[in-house]
């Protein structure tokens, strides 16, 4: 379901807001210097950060967890610019907890994770030093249960448990600042759907030692394969996912030819590989695991998402809710009730939803849906009353506040729209389009101040620092005392020194 209507914010705002100075930062050039300017980091930084609380860098071949942090969020940062970055709440929420499962029982120590969701439909996932997880919702799809996604989870959780990062950093020796710049190109290209550009990236930045990097690449694999599977047993989930996974991969390998899944342009797969993932399975004590229901409800979330026509969307679920049966029938018919609903089909998405809320009432897939009928038939007062329910019950969940926050705008009611999304970005300051989405509220609801602020965390967390400055500077000419002024003053000195680092002033 495409959580933010149309509507939600205004397309008047989205056309003048971020504005051309983030359009700007999303050119070739600026990627590059941003890339470069963080090499830099490596060997320049050091008083700067002391002086402004950043962590420092260090020195030496090997790359200190601190080092990677700053990288991957500086990174991070590129990537929002440069990928269609996935807005659903509640694809959100279960892959965050997915990834937190596995990471809890996994030899991670840096466990300050970012997980981003990519709108493509290609089978990838990724991780980035640091602790930037990110999942293309067409590996979602491809799945066919949750422990071949969290097989492939795990897997990446593996590289960065094992510091595969810097490992390659210290094989590098001499070539260390090509090959991390190189590297890091290649990734955004790779994780933003550009395989292609970006495997040349990395193949490019590794000339001088192609055969011996490639073959520490593979060693690499291995142990994420290895690593990862004892995580996923740790999590208590079934080992016989990896290979299920690999096998759905070949499977997408076959049909399209020379153009594989983007996870397997990164990540090759051998018959050997399967058979070892088959083999390591086979070696933990058989017992038997229940697949998660709320996947296959998350499942159809991305199938639908992909059908832009509600009509055809409508057709496509209730053919699959008559082809399907058990927990499959069941997310055949959550996803023909959310398609029903975008089709204004209210009378029939409540009838077939209503033996699904009896069944399981706690349910919050359910639930949500529900509200969401109530939200399209403009009956606000009856969704604000359960959304609100909902949040006395699970205080600060991402999906139901968000949704609590969109029929606030809906219902016009905008400063209550303010101040509850205002609370919420206080939990979730890492979250760019929380800030975009509070930044229009705000500008509705007359709080220029917040306006103001709202957007100068968002070009912050886009990587725009000179429009996070802009931003922050107006709002200080509101500040209403002079505790305010003393706080705003320690965010731009902040940004300034994340600026510098990055060679944009």
């Keep these: 379901m495409r959580f933010v209507p149309a509507n939600f914010p205004p397309p008047e705002s989205r056309r003048t807001f971020p504005s051309a100075a983030?359009?700007?930062?999303?050119?070739?050039?600026?990627?590059?210097?941003?890339?470069?300017?963080?090499?830099?980091?490596?060997?320049?930084?050091?008083?700067?950060?002391?002086?402004?609380?950043?962590?420092?860098?260090?020195?030496?071949?090997?790359v200190p967890l601190s080092q990677e942090y700053l990288l991957g969020r500086a990174w991070l940062m590129q990537f929002r610019r440069q990928a269609p970055i996935l807005s659903d709440p509640q694809?959100?929420?279960?892959?965050?907890?997915?990834?937190?499962?596995?990471?809890?029982?996994?030899?991670?120590?840096?466990?300050?994770?970012?997980?981003?969701?990519?709108?493509?439909?290609?089978?990838?996932?990724?991780?980035?030093?640091?602790?930037?997880?990110?999942?293309?919702?067409?590996?979602?799809?491809?799945?066919?249960?949750?422990?071949?996604?969290?097989?492939?989870?795990?897997?990446?959780?593996?590289?960065l448990s094992q510091r595969h990062f810097s490992r390659s950093q210290e094989n590098a020796q001499k070539s260390q600042k090509m090959a991390l710049a190189g590297l890091l190109t290649g990734l955004?290209?790779?994780?933003?759907?550009?395989?292609?550009?970006?495997?040349?990236?990395?193949?490019?930045?590794?000339?001088?030692?192609?055969?011996?990097?490639?073959?520490?690449?593979?060693?690499?694999?291995?142990?994420?394969?290895?690593?990862?599977?004892?995580?996923?047993?740790?999590?208590?989930?079934?080992?016989?996912?990896?290979?299920?996974?690999?096998?759905?991969?070949?499977?997408?390998?076959?049909?399209?030819?020379?153009?594989?899944?983007?996870?397997?342009?990164?990540?090759?797969?051998?018959?050997?590989?399967?058979?070892?993932a088959r083999n390591r399975a086979g070696q933990y004590p058989h017992r038997m695991y229940e697949d998660n229901p709320d996947f296959q409800l998350m499942r159809a979330r991305v199938e639908l998402s992909f059908i832009e026509d509600p009509v055809e969307a409508v057709a496509h679920f209730r053919k699959r809710r008559k082809e399907t049966r058990g927990p499959e029938a069941v997310a055949a018919q959550y996803g023909l009730i959310l398609a029903l609903t975008e089709n204004g089909e209210f009378a029939e998405a409540r009838e077939l939803l209503k033996p699904m809320r009896d069944f399981k009432p706690a349910n919050l897939s359910y639930a949500l849906a529900e509200t969401e009928i109530d939200l399209q038939q403009e009956r606000f007062e009856e969704a604000i009353t359960k959304l609100r329910r909902g949040l006395e019950i699970m205080p600060g969940n991402h999906p139901v506040t968000i949704q609590l926050g969109k029929t606030y705008y809906k219902a016009g009611r905008y400063t209550e729209a303010d101040?509850?999304?205002?609370?919420?970005?206080?939990?979730?300051?890492?979250?760019?389009?929380?800030?975009?989405?509070?930044?229009?509220?705000?500008?509705?609801?007359?709080?220029?101040?917040?306006?103001?602020?709202?957007?100068?965390?968002?070009?912050?967390?886009?990587?725009?620092?000179?429009?996070?400055?802009?931003?922050?500077?107006?709002?200080?000419?509101?500040?209403?005392?002079?505790?305010?002024?003393?706080?705003?003053?320690?965010?731009?000195?902040?940004?300034?020194?994340?600026?510098?680092?990055?060679?944009?002033?």
């Excluded at 700007?24 to 402004?52: E, K, P, Y």
């Excluded at 929420?93 to 439909?121: C, H, I, M, N, P």
């Excluded at 153009?259 to 090759?268: A, D, I």
């Design 22 to 62: 983030l359009r700007r930062c999303r050119s070739s050039s600026m990627i590059l210097r941003v890339l470069l300017a963080t090499i830099g980091l490596f060997l320049s930084a050091n008083t700067l950060a002391q002086q402004q609380g950043i962590p420092d860098f260090g020195e030496g071949n090997a």
């Design 91 to 159: 694809l959100q929420e279960y892959t965050e907890g997915l990834v937190f499962r596995l990471a809890a029982s996994s030899q991670l120590r840096e466990r300050r994770l970012e997980v981003v969701l990519v709108d493509a439909k290609s089978i990838n996932a990724f991780a980035v030093p640091g602790g930037v997880v990110g999942v293309h919702n067409g590996l979602i799809l491809a799945a066919q249960n949750e422990a071949q996604l969290a097989s492939v989870l795990g897997h990446e959780l593996a590289h």
């Design 188 to 276: 955004v290209a790779v994780a933003a759907g550009g395989g292609d550009a970006g495997i040349a990236a990395i193949a490019g930045s590794q000339a001088a030692s192609q055969d011996a990097a490639l073959r520490y690449s593979r060693l690499h694999e291995q142990e994420a394969d290895r690593v990862g599977m004892q995580n996923l047993v740790a999590a208590g989930m079934d080992p016989s996912g990896a290979a299920g996974m690999f096998e759905v991969m070949q499977a997408e390998s076959r049909k399209y030819g020379s153009r594989p899944p983007e996870f397997l342009m990164t990540h090759p797969l051998t018959e050997k590989r399967i058979a070892d």
């Design 419 to 505: 101040a509850l999304l205002k609370a919420h970005a206080k939990r979730k300051p890492t979250n760019a389009t929380l800030w975009y989405w509070l930044a229009e509220i705000q500008g509705l609801a007359g709080d220029r101040f917040g306006l103001h602020q709202s957007r100068a965390e968002y070009f912050f967390l886009n990587g725009a620092m000179k429009a996070a400055l802009e931003q922050l500077n107006l709002a200080l000419k509101l500040a209403p005392d002079n505790v305010t002024v003393e706080r705003i003053n320690e965010r731009m000195a902040f940004f300034q020194a994340v600026g510098r680092a990055l060679g944009q002033f």
